[in-house]
């Protein structure tokens, strides 16, 4: 059996000391220097289903690794963030990377304990083990989970994981036999309770087959964002043809007599949207049984929207596919969130299309001036989709900056509407939570 304390070093008391008192909260402001915009990545279970997502702030290291002083200021930016959306941002399983020196600021006691796991740095001086281990043993009965990045040289690594949930290893940073070694003594050791892996900064389909095969359980990285499409084309999917064409008469003011006709030329069709349209994503007091009745309650403008949304629904899908279904529901809910409050005299529904539009040509491989083309829209979903002009042009790319991971071109599109980054934020939260809950239903 691989031993903790011969692989990684240091002792491996697993008792928590019960003299020390919890340290003082302590908190710092973060300086200016520090970016104020969130980052968003997505992260993927064993069965390649995205299950959770890493928040951290644009700019800022994924391994809490900055020094400490440092560290702290980012990691209180990162918690009065989350602290300040209303939003379930937690719907899906979150993960936040926080140096040790941070885990006795008070904003840690405040976070939402349901799916919410702490990423743990030990700091290069970390040395008080009597108190880190209280301390973390603290947060998990609060019910956080607990990960521990991999440090074999830290002197309190060997103490520190076994009161961890997940160890945590950087896989673009080391060697496939680091992968497997840490994989095969975490899982030999003697843990109270079960241990995850999570893997992060995965570059290559080759190194999240090597995780997977070492029984990691979390998987991190540029891996999914460059995952290859189906190698079907999507134009074949006879679904989404049938979706278009009924987005085009509910768009186009046609008869609910037509509509109800073109539904019934695909009974397994219907049926997944009146399913969709009676899920608790919505949240209707009535049940909908037709085609009629969805027009009547939801009226064509909310009906349109959804049947959007169905657009990117896959069977099976692959990361690409989870990578598309997010950008384009985050894209739409994040438009309309600060449509809210830029345009709150106008109708948000149309923000919300302009969004998930702007990713119809990676759905459905084609020209997008093809596919806007074919479709009934106002001319300020076109414009904005097409010239980047109109009304809507400015929250477009603020959605699209939000992926990009590029802190200047979210400043510069956040500057151009007259948007701060708490609010740009907020939507992004806000987004994230709807989209997490829609996904949760719709298949």
């Known amino acids: 059996m691989f031993s903790l304390k011969k692989l990684f070093g240091g002792k491996t008391e697993n008792a928590v000391p019960a003299a020390a008192a919890p340290p003082t909260p302590v908190e710092v402001p973060p300086p200016d220097s520090i970016s104020a915009f969130l980052r968003r990545e997505a992260m993927f279970d064993r069965q390649n289903r995205l299950s959770a997502h890493l928040f951290s702030l644009q700019k800022s290291s994924l391994f809490a690794d900055a020094p400490r002083d440092t560290q702290r200021q980012i990691d209180a930016r ?98 496939a036999g680091t992968v497997r070694d840490f994989s095969a003594a975490l899982r030999a050791s003697e843990h109270e309770q079960p241990l995850q892996l999570l893997a992060l900064n995965i570059e290559t389909p080759d190194e999240h087959r090597l995780c997977h095969q070492w029984h990691f359980d979390f998987f991190h990285g540029p891996f999914a964002v460059n995952a290859p499409p189906r190698p079907e084309s999507a134009q074949a999917d006879p679904h989404k043809i049938q979706l278009l064409h009924l987005l085009h008469l509910v768009q186009g ?30 949240g209707l007091n009535h049940r909908i049984d037709s085609i009629g009745q969805a027009l009547i309650i939801l009226g064509r403008q909310r009906l349109a929207r959804w049947l959007s949304v169905l657009l990117f629904s896959v069977r099976e899908p692959n990361f690409a596919d989870w990578m598309l279904v997010e950008s384009a529901l985050t894209r739409g809910r994040l438009m309309e969130e600060l449509g809210a409050e830029l345009l709150p005299d106008q109708a948000h ?75 740009v934020n907020r939507a992004l939260l806000a987004a994230t939570a709807w989209a997490s809950e829609v996904t949760e239903h719709w298949e």
């Open 78 to 175: 990162l918690l009065s963030i989350l602290a300040a959306s209303p939003d379930a941002w937690n719907t899906q399983f979150a993960f936040l990377p926080l140096g040790s020196g941070s885990l006795d600021l008070s904003a840690v006691d405040r976070l939402p304990t349901r799916n919410v796991g702490l990423l743990v740095q030990l700091s290069p001086d970390e040395d008080d083990q009597a108190a880190l281990i209280i301390r973390l043993a603290i947060l998990r009965e609060r019910g956080l989970k607990i990960g521990i990045f991999r440090q074999p040289r830290h002197p309190l690594f060997a103490a520190a994981i076994l009161q961890a949930d997940l160890g945590v290893l950087n896989v673009n940073g080391h060697e």
């Open 349 to 423: 529904d149309p923000l919300f299309l302009t969004g998930i539009f702007s990713c119809l040509d990676r759905l459905l491989r084609r020209p997008l001036a093809d596919i806007i083309h074919d479709l009934p829209i106002s001319e300020d979903i076109r414009s904005a989709l097409l010239e980047r002009q109109g009304p809507f042009a400015g929250l477009l790319a603020i959605a699209e900056a939000s992926e990009a991971f590029d802190v200047v071109r979210m400043q510069n599109a956040a500057q151009a509407v007259s948007l701060d980054p708490a609010s």
């Open 253 to 282: 003011e046609a008869e609910t007599a037509e509509l109800a006709d073109a539904m019934k030329q695909d009974p397994l069709l219907t049926f997944r949207i009146l399913r969709y349209l009676n899920s608790p994503t919505l």
